[in-house]
């Protein structure tokens, strides 16, 4: 059973381990976020913040709601020490049935409103996150809503959000984004700002889909009721007709702003970099606030991986590289994105049926908008989740003359990558790599027989191995 808001959310993961609540005053000045970043590259708990220095008592902050397979197999409603492959099965199973949402009346997201001249954005404990950051953020970890009248669709989408004054917010809104593409087809040619709303401390399925990109022009909030296995309530905004989850902790009310930019940024990138100078963004004008009592501010602190943006966005990627992967009818039998690798890198594993595969997924990825630029290829008898299996795969089979293939003039989809040069950032290029770990298919009868448990031994001696394995005296099936 999977949670109807963030509360029952928290109070699960405090009841399994994966929660520590500070009670000590904490500043939002760096220090909640030197804490977070912590606990991302030590891989404990989430933070839950109870009392914040210049906040009053009940405005809280609950930190990297997903930063460990763990705490996503607990969103999934799945015991914490599910294997990932079976968190990722699972979600993939789920996602095939879209649930449509429920429209309902109230909602606890209503409990406080502030409308017009009385918002500031600055009564919620929005943290300077990282040194050098260009602002407080107050959406590192929520929704941003807009609705397209043209295709009865509406979208969620996951992009930071900078106060930059007591009413306005700014931020990064990727041209490949969904939001870029209905505000620049919809309303920018009509000369009309966008209604928006953003949803901070939703449930966390519904946070998942904000985040991902691999379903197209699916409304994410049907999907996000896929994956509870119930629908989403949603309830209507004061000051537009925009619809959101009535469980939000904080919403804000609003719209993108037409011809209107202002200065953002720098940010601590999911990279593990600071990435952007001080540049032009989108602009958004909230005309009102909607909050439940006691609020919940959610906060991710980006930088070196794990964080909740690895975690979430690679099991998206991996549906993402799936759907390129059949588009192109590649061979293949598993991917994995390594959560350390902050997306930018794959391993894949591929039947070898005929020659020249993992050319042709090179060729398939160097044109595919997808900031994934190392990817392994490996045969099918590699565990593509086991690093231990990649890394013996990588190191023994890529002949490194013949077998990585450079696409050296790639589409670069993301101004975040932290390796290209300030012209390669300006004309969109990149580049990318295959590294093809499988034998040649042509080394038929000359291919070296690995030396393994499950390979060198007949299958009567593995099985009276594993069967006598604790009568031996060790404690682990393995
Ligand atoms: C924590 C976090 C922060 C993100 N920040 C941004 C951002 O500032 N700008 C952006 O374009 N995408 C950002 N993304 C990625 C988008 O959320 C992702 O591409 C998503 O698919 C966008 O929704 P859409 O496909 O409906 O446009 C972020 C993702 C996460 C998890
Ligand atoms: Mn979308």
New binding site residues.
Partial sequence: MVFDDNRAFIKALEKSGDLVRVKDTVDWDLEIGAIVRRTSELLKPAPFFEKIKDYPDGFRIFAEPLGTHRRLAIAMGMPADTPYRKIRSEYERRLAKPVKPVVVKDGPCKEVVVKGKDVNLFDFPAPMIHEGDGGRYLG??HAVICHDPTKDWT??????LMIAGPCHLA????PY???FDIFNRVYAPKKRNMPIAIAIGMDPICSIM????AFGRKS?VDLAGAVREKPVELVKCETNDLLIPSESEIVLEGEMLLGETTLEGPFGE?TGYRSDPRQPSTTYKINAVTYRKNPILTV?C?GVPVT??TI??SMDYELLIKKVLKMNAIPFVDVYVPIESATMMAVIAVKPVYKGIANQIGHAFAAARMGVYNTFVVEDDVDVFNMQEVIHAFASKCHPKRNVHIYGEAIEPSPLNPFISQEERKWHMGAKAIYDCTWPIDWEGAVPSRVSFREMYPKDIQDKVVQNWTKYGFEDQG
């Fill in positions: 590192t970890w979208n969620w989408g996951m992009y930071r931020g990064l809104c990727e984004t969904h939001q904000s985040a991902s990109r994410e999911y991710t980006m909740s943006d979430v966005r």
